[in-house]
T-cell receptor, first 113, second 109 residues
């Protein structure tokens, strides 16, 4: 009965590959997010979707493409992976795009070699 | 000035101590404020929301000072299990959430 789940938990891949991370929430929330936490532990928002519509798109290379097939799912596809993409990627959800608290998934640790 | 600033610490305190963290924010239009806790190699978990009137949850007290643009977290009677990184989150007028870099707390016996 995990509230926000992500797969895979670990991802090791080579430079230049394309990979996807999946996220699902069963909280009935309207809004979902992708965050990147780098080696310095700084947590930075990348994207947010509200009811399948993109509402936040921070300065992220266009190699990163989010996709929300429905409001319970938000996936992240990354093309042409680079060494600097190595990080932990967290998915989160909140009731809506207003000032509500967010609930995080367990994270996906991506290592690019 | 960074949008959300926290003293990275670490704060090294003995069990039973009282410790306080501050978090300053630059956007005066900020609407929502939260404290999260993050353990090593784990996801951030909501500790508490911060209300204008201040709020308390057991040993934890959060306060908001809009005039000086900071929020605070007070932990009383520290436990070993309180050792973690404490992240403040501020949501501005557009509700984009911005995290601080976190304050590390180490509680020792």
């Amino acid at each position: 009965d995990t509230a926000v789940s992500q797969t895979p938990k670990y991802l090791v891949t080579q430079m230049g590959n394309d990979k996807s991370i999946k996220c699902e929430q069963n909280l009935g929330h309207d809004t979902m997010y992708w965050y990147k936490q780098d080696s310095k532990k700084f947590l930075k928002i990348m994207f947010s979707y509200n009811n399948k519509e993109l509402i936040i798109n921070e300065t992220v290379p266009n190699r990163f493409s989010p996709k929300s097939p429905d409001k319970a799912h938000l996936n992240l596809h990354i093309n042409s992976l680079e060494l600097g993409d190595s990080a932990v990627y967290f998915c989160a959800s909140s009731q809506d795009s207003g000032g509500y608290e967010q609930y995080f998934g367990p994270g996906t640790r991506l290592t690019v070699t | 000035r960074k949008e959300v600033e926290q003293d990275p610490g670490p704060f090294n305190v003995p069990e039973g101590a009282t410790v306080a963290f501050n978090c300053t924010y630059s956007n005066s239009a900020s609407q929502s404020f939260f404290w999260y806790r993050q353990d090593c190699r784990k996801e951030p978990k909501l500790l508490m929301s911060v209300y204008s009137s201040g709020n308390e949850d057991g040993r934890f007290t959060a306060q908001l000072n809009r005039a000086s643009q900071y929020i605070s977290l007070l932990i009383r009677d520290s436990k070993l299990s309180d050792s973690a990184t404490y992240l403040c989150v501020v949501r501005g007028g557009s509700y984009i959430p911005t995290f601080g870099r976190g304050t590390s707390l180490i509680v020792h016996p």
